[in-house]
Structures are given as structure tokens and as C-alpha cells.
T-cell receptor, first 114, second 112 residues
């Protein structure tokens, strides 16, 4: 069990640039979630997938954000035209809907927009 | 809308002392409640969860939490803390399909 892995761990970008993050969930998990955590706050739900289907998107997810999970395995989160307010830790989590309701989180990608 | 409040932003306790971290929630139905711990550079780790049944739930690392419906609370406790317990602790409620609403967290510092 390699756990949930996220890449990169850190990303520094200039305002207006596009960035893409990757998440590899635990292999047998068919649900995958993205959360965002800003400094001093708890994580906030952004979106989630069941297999390749994106089932829900939070209102926090503006049009500049897009997430995909093309083959129901890894997922990418892209932010276009980054703004300083996008600076945050982006967390990925996965789970199996087996009634256990346990989310396994990755270590996150820390985004800094200059 | 569901919400979670953790009234204490930062708590300091001495090693070996007891600990209680407060959590209050707002949720219309019977809540699914969680406590997670986050250490620097680490992902969130589940400590314990409450779905139904016994209102006192046991978790990992010697933690326990008690669900009190009348007080809309789910406080986390540990009888004797260790230096390795220093971390950020988050209470959360499930909105459904494991879409969690988290509190803002309580940072725990341990004095030697």
C-alpha cells in the first residue's frame, strides 16, 4: 500500500500562469476527492469523482479550475490564469464506498502564486 | 448549511497531562463525525469517527471522543499526552458521500 501520492509537493508560479497537479489514489479506491486548505483553516471540499465520473463540484471551484480523472485512476487538477488568492495547499484523498467512510489523504501540493 | 466550530485555535498542555479539544457542529440529521490529525508536512490522518451507536468512540493513539447530541458536541480527549501528539487537530462532519466540512483546527503544543 503506497498510500495517496501527490505531485509536485511544492509549486511556485507567477500570477497568470497555468498549473497542473497530479494525484494518484490508493489503487483499489474508486472515489477521489480534491480539497483546498489555506493557512490557518481547515480543508474545504472542491470536487470528487467516482471512477471517471465527476459527481460534484463545490461553488469554490471557479471556471478557472478543472479536474479530470480520465481512466478512473489518477486525477489532475488544473488552475488556469492563477491568482494570488489561489495560494493554498491542495489535498487529494481517496476512499472505497464500503460503509467504512474512511478518507485517505495525500500530503498535498503547496501552491504559491507570486 | 452544515458547519463545524473548534473554539480553541491553540492549546498548550504539559506532557503527561490530560487533553480535551472541543468541537461543536451544526447538522440537521444524525451526523457522521470525524477527528483528523495533521502533522507538518504530513497528510491528514483519521483518529476516530462516529456514525451511530455507542456515543463514546475509541480511536488510534489512545484518543477517544464523546458524541453529545444535546450539546451538538464531539469533543476529543486523551488521558495523558505525549510530545509526539503535537500537531493540528481537525473536527469534521460528513455532508454525504464523504464530502467533509472541517473546523478551522486546533493547534496543540506540548510542553516538556
Amino acid at each position: 500500500d503506497t498510500g495517496v501520492s501527490q505531485d509536485p509537493r511544492h509549486k511556485i508560479t507567477k500570477r497568470g500562469q497555468n498549473v497542473t497537479f497530479r494525484c494518484d489514489p490508493i489503487s483499489e479506491h474508486n472515489r477521489l476527492y480534491w480539497y483546498r486548505q489555506t493557512l490557518g483553516q481547515g480543508p474545504e471540499f472542491l470536487t470528487y469523482f467516482q471512477n471517471e465520473a465527476q459527481l460534484e463540484k463545490s461553488r469554490l471551484l471557479s471556471d478557472r479550475f478543472s479536474a479530470e480523472r480520465p481512466k478512473g485512476s489518477f486525477s489532475t487538477l488544473e488552475i488556469q490564469r492563477t491568482e494570488q488568492g489561489d495560494s493554498a495547499m491542495y489535498l487529494c484523498a481517496s476512499s472505497q464506498p464500503d460503509g467504512n467512510e474512511k478518507l485517505f489523504f495525500g500530503s498535498g501540493t503547496q501552491l504559491s502564486v507570486l | 448549511a452544515q458547519s463545524v466550530t473548534q473554539p480553541d485555535i491553540h492549546i498548550t498542555v504539559s506532557e503527561g497531562a490530560s487533553l480535551e479539544l472541543r468541537c461543536n457542529y451544526s447538522y440537521g440529521a444524525t451526523p457522521y463525525l470525524f477527528w483528523y490529525v495533521q502533522s507538518p508536512g504530513q497528510g491528514l490522518q483519521l483518529l476516530l469517527k462516529y456514525f451511530s451507536g455507542d456515543t463514546l468512540v475509541q480511536g488510534i493513539k489512545g484518543f477517544e471522543a464523546e458524541f453529545k447530541r444535546s450539546q451538538s458536541s464531539f469533543n476529543l480527549r486523551k488521558p495523558s499526552v505525549h510530545w509526539s501528539d503535537a500537531a493540528e487537530y481537525f473536527c469534521a462532519v460528513d455532508q454525504g458521500a464523504q464530502k467533509l466540512v472541517f473546523g478551522q483546527g486546533t493547534r496543540l503544543t506540548i510542553n516538556p
